[in-house]
């Protein structure tokens, strides 16, 4: 139970890594509000020794202050490409003169910033990046979508399938997936911002092009060229928009507009709501001392720490965006 993040900080050449179990969820606002507050808050953590794996891990900032580099990735509904790109121009507002980029890899990018052996945060590609067929094809019900396929059979056929079945998982099936298709019934497109991951499947021309949401590790994409020998499969990192783009195709019916992702930016990071673990726990804790149950709790599972920035200075910096945006 958690959201484990990890928060690096260089200075003078010195590498800090540090620890929050609660911080991934809310890195967009944590950082949102510029270096300093970002330097401090993430001083006020728990000092670590290593990093966490790419199954703990769900969120991590890197800042190298030598070099004014920000690397990140974390927040709940913030992986979803047309977010992260409109955040990270907001962030470069407040972050003025830093490089800014969303950890593509996830935490894989952080090590390999720090020019650390990957495999110490890589678990088994086939246990957690690759997920194997399961022996059916869960077709999506809901409005939010796990994977949508852009399959292009000809010049005039191009259709759509949502599923709540894993993109790897769906791939493992090689060329075989294309016959299952045709059992399955096509969508109509979701909006960009309610698919998780997805891929244009060009039959005649024999290429692939995939996306991820989600911090993935690139080795994904060897194993589906692995997968699907003979076919070109290429990555890429803008989404269904895009997606929707090879197929050559009007992508208005599925774009979030500018304005839009924006004001809910905005609105996300204007709030102050902060999950509380210690009200969680104590409650937990009182029920099972009625049971005559004894209770240990982690400390680490209590700290939520949060940037420190009065309310009238949030405010200040908040109007400074707004102004600049206009």
Not at 16 to 24: I, K, L, P, V
Not at 62 to 79: A, T
Not at 124 to 142: P, V
């Amino acid at each position: 139970m958690g959201h484990r993040a990890n928060f690096v900080i260089i200075e003078n050449n010195q590498v800090d890594t540090y620890y929050s179990h609660w911080g991934a969820i809310s890195i967009p606002r944590d950082i949102f509000f510029g270096s300093e507050y970002t330097i401090n808050y993430i001083k006020s953590l728990k000092l670590e020794e290593g990093l966490l794996n790419d199954i703990w891990c769900e969120g991590a900032v890197l800042v190298d202050i030598d070099q004014k580099q920000l690397i990140f990735w974390g927040g709940d509904g913030f992986h979803y490409p047309v977010l992260r790109k409109y955040l990270i121009s907001l962030l470069q507002i407040n972050w003025e003169g830093w490089g800014i980029r969303w950890a593509l890899e996830g935490i894989v990018d952080i090590a390999k910033y720090l020019q650390l052996d990957v495999s110490l945060v890589q678990t088994d590609l086939d246990y957690f990046q690759w997920t194997k067929y399961r022996g059916y094809l869960e077709e999506n019900s809901h409005s939010h979508v796990e994977t949508v396929l852009t399959v292009q059979y000809s010049d005039n056929q191009i259709l759509d399938y949502g599923f709540d079945n894993y993109l790897t998982e769906l791939f493992s099936l090689s060329t075989d997936l294309i016959p299952e298709l045709e059992n399955c019934q096509t969508i109509s497109l979701p909006e960009e911002n309610k698919v998780d991951s997805g891929a244009y499947i060009n039959i005649p021309n024999k290429e692939i092009w995939v996306w991820w949401s989600r911090p993935t590790d690139y080795r994904v994409v060897e194993k589906i060229r692995e997968y699907w020998e003979g076919w070109t499969v290429k990555l890429h990192e803008e989404g269904l928009a895009f997606q929707v783009e090879l197929s050559q195709r009007n992508t208005d019916s599925v774009r979030m507009s500018k304005n839009e992702a924006i004001t809910k930016i905005l609105n996300y990071v204007s709030g102050e709501y902060r999950f509380d673990p210690s009200q969680i726990f104590g409650q937990i804790a009182s029920s099972l001392q009625e049971e005559n149950t004894n209770v240990w709790v982690n400390q680490d599972a209590l700290c939520n720490e949060k940037p420190l920035i009065h309310p009238e200075e949030k405010q200040r910096i908040l109007q400074r965006v707004k102004e600049l945006l206009n």
